[in-house]
């Protein structure tokens, strides 16, 4: 027989195969091996038999049958890990956001286990631990005459045969029927347990396997492993563990359920706990008085529930939901963890990583803050706002009005404030918002990267005929006939400083004109604007033909929007979205998913220009000094006068608003929106706030870091010459 580690273990604080203090002399080792070896061979069918079956039911079949199973067994025991939870913290990777799990469970090695509960477990479970060598040859006897003159049913399980139980039990490698054989009582599982347990003995020390029992075993209340133990009932980790809280997580080893004393019998387990107190008195682990004691102390429960999944973030702190369930969806999309989407979740919920986010608790705070200054809990309409950290692409905050909770709304208002909706990212069914005039960013990278320079110039009127096929109020002898807004502020001749300043429609869709449609809608593309419905979809395959995009008529999100923002502010590098800080495995190995994944989309020069153009909705500060009116000035003032860039956005008829700005440091984005209902429109009157908002959020994001100066661009990508 061969011992099989399906994968690798977290490293034992005692690792070593020879005799550890307890433990019997190699000869008396070898010895004894034989005596058991040979005793388990020859009575192993009749013990197991007096153990499940009446005494004038045992025979020679019996005894064949079981010597059979013995011999046939497979020559492999693997020991693949147990299923862990994964632990997912938020950036100072100690605030706790939620875990992920099967079972609730978390390998913690030997030393990070007190001494006083190892040896509750052994004097609670197995006695002779270290005498034996995986079957306990007076055990055997005992319970076989025991159970043959009628009395109690003993067992004769070693912890290590219960070691190898729970392994069995937990294998993923054998079929469901087969972990459920190892659970029956019956001869032949007796008997496989015998044979794996001898075997293992000799290929692990008594520490590795007192650490894997303690890591897979049951200890009632839903927690698996003795981290999760020490959690769920006291509140602390298992080094930290005092006696009297030893011996009672020992003692409901035996009936982790019946005697537990959070949802089974409290006098049980009481009882219990004295029963591991005077064993281990009785073996000289502590002194007879120190038993007395311990018993005599009440029994103090600090129950601890373990979150699990996004709905069961801290009360308290249910606005993380959001990023936690983008965390998810983004995990679902990784190929590290798995073939497919189902591996991928499954790892998550039993791989046993450990995850810290880049979700910023301060930041966070304030952006939801921010988003509640614009619409409050109880209003239909929301602010989905989204803070990114430019050239990495992590996701600092995501916050919007609402609860990210199952539980349900009030009769008056069925759709809000609790959803699970993904608002602030999309997915999920929710294909995003309109977001108006922010889009002219794209047609003007766009333009700069085919060599247009800012200057380029254009007597904007104030309404164009356009090239585009259209029918109905927009349009002009069979022709899209867009106009602007505020013909006496926005027409004239235009620049892209100031066109994108004073947000001059006629300008960007005569410049979009100029270099075609889908270059424009490729650039929203390769800066992340992703195209969540099937109408949106279907236009970007055809999209030479979509003049009107340039305007800001496809759905997006705040957090795609942001990301994209935070493109120029990196000098052009995109990088995809990211909600991880780090990530390791159940073994502490780093995962490379953690990783930025980023690529240059656009120069670095066109960036500093798109940026200088940029400063002119927010201030009047380009390096060329070219603005001359922006929609959202203010902004500036804000933020204290540092160098920032931006753009606002109103979609046709107001139906939304939306402002998203950004520094060489951060980058936000938020929409007001009727997210239910799109023919309930915000109104002009709303962009006040929401550009206000987003600025204030920025502010609290970048308090305390010092102010950062934009590149400025060429001389000929600005001027031309």
Not at 160 to 181: A, F
Not at 542 to 555: H, P
Request: net charge positive.
């Amino acid at each position: 027989m061969r011992l099989v580690r399906a994968r690798s273990r977290p490293a034992h604080s005692a690792s070593s195969r020879r005799a550890k203090a307890g433990a019997p002399s190699r000869s008396a080792r070898w010895i004894r091996g034989l005596g058991r070896l040979l005793l388990c061979g020859v009575i192993s069918g009749l013990v197991v038999a007096a153990g499940v079956l009446p005494l004038a039911f045992i025979g020679g079949s019996t005894v064949n049958a079981s010597r059979d199973v013995w011999t046939n067994l497979p020559a492999d025991l693997a020991l693949p890990p147990p299923p862990q939870a994964t632990y997912v913290y938020a950036n100072d990777g100690k605030t706790l956001i939620t875990t992920f799990y099967d079972e609730n469970r978390k390998d913690v090695p030997l030393d990070q286990i007190a001494p006083v509960l190892q040896q509750a477990v052994v004097a609670a479970e197995d006695t002779r631990f270290y005498q034996h060598q995986g079957v306990d040859g007076r055990g055997v006897l005992r319970a076989l005459v025991s159970n043959g003159r009628g009395n109690a049913q003993q067992g004769a399980s070693t912890l290590t045969m219960q070691y190898v139980r729970n392994v069995l039990k937990n294998d993923p490698t054998l079929s469901p029927q087969q972990r459920v054989d190892s659970l029956a009582d019956t001869p032949a599982r007796k008997v496989r347990e015998m044979r794996y347990a001898t075997k293992l003995e000799q290929h692990l020390s008594k520490q590795d396997i007192l650490q894997g029992y303690l890591n897979i075993a049951y200890f009632g209340a839903g927690a698996y492993g003795i981290y999760a133990a020490s959690q769920t009932y006291f509140g602390k980790s298992a080094l930290e563990l005092t006696l009297p809280e030893a011996a009672l997580l020992a003692g409901l080893l035996q009936s982790p359920d019946g005697d537990n004393p959070i949802s089974g019998d409290r006098d049980a387990a009481l009882r219990r706990r004295a029963y591991t107190l005077d064993s281990m008195a009785k073996m000289k682990m502590i002194s007879a008085a120190d038993a007395t004691a311990a018993k005599g102390q009440e029994l103090k429960i600090n129950e601890r529930d373990l979150p699990n999944n996004c709905v069961s973030v801290p009360r308290e702190h249910n606005d993380w939901g959001f990023f936690c369930d983008y965390f998810r969806q983004w995990w679902g999309s990784q190929p590290e963890f798995g073939a497919t989407r189902a591996d991928r979740d499954e790892a998550l919920r039993t791989g046993g990583y450990t995850v810290v986010t880049s979700l910023d608790p301060g930041i966070q705070a304030a952006t939801l803050n921010q988003s509640l200054s614009v619409y409050g809990y109880g209003s239909a309409r929301s602010m989905p706002t989204a803070v990114v950290t430019p050239g990495t692409g992590r996701v600092l905050a995501m916050a919007v009005n609402r609860h990210y909770s199952l539980e349900p709304n009030p009769p008056q208002h069925p759709l809000f404030p609790n959803t699970v909706n993904q608002l602030i990212a999309g997915g999920g069914g929710v294909a995003g918002y309109q977001a108006g005039s922010t889009f002219k960013m794209f047609t003007m990278l766009a333009a700069l990267d085919a060599g247009m320079p800012l200057s380029t110039n254009f007597n904007s009127p104030g309404r164009i005929a356009t090239v585009w096929p259209a029918s109905g109020p927009g349009s002009c002898g069979g022709k899209w006939c867009p106009g602007n807004d505020s013909p006496s502020w926005m027409n004239g001749n235009r620049t892209m400083w100031n066109g994108f300043g004073r947000s001059v429609n006629t300008y960007f869709v005569w410049l979009e004109q100029q270099i075609g449609a889908r270059r424009v809608v490729e650039m929203a593309q390769r800066l992340g604007i992703t195209f969540r419905s099937a109408e949106d979809a279907a236009m970007a395959a055809k999209a030479d033909q979509w003049g009107a995009f340039t305007l800001g008529v496809a759905s997006t999100t705040p957090l795609d929007l942001a990301n994209a923002y935070a493109a120029v502010a990196a000098g052009g590098l995109y990088c995809q979205p990211l909600p991880v800080l780090s990530i390791t495995d159940s073994n502490g190995k780093p995962v490379d998913a953690a990783a930025p994944k980023c690529r240059q989309a656009v120069s670095a020069d066109v960036a500093a220009a798109a940026t200088d153009a940029a400063r002119c909705p927010v201030s009047r500060s380009s390096a060329y000094g070219k603005c001359d009116g922006g929609t959202a000035e203010n902004v500036s003032g804000i933020l204290g006068g540092r160098p920032v860039a931006g753009k606002t956005g109103s979609s046709e008829y107001n139906s939304t608003e939306t402002f998203v700005g950004f520094t060489p440091q951060i980058a936000a984005a938020g929409i007001a929106v009727n997210v239910d209902n799109p023919n309930d429109h915000v109104g002009s009157g709303v962009s006040g706030s929401v550009n206000a908002a987003v600025a204030q959020t920025m502010a609290s994001a970048l308090r305390g870091q010092p102010a950062q100066a934009f590149r400025p661009p060429s001389r000929v990508r600005a001027l031309g010459r």
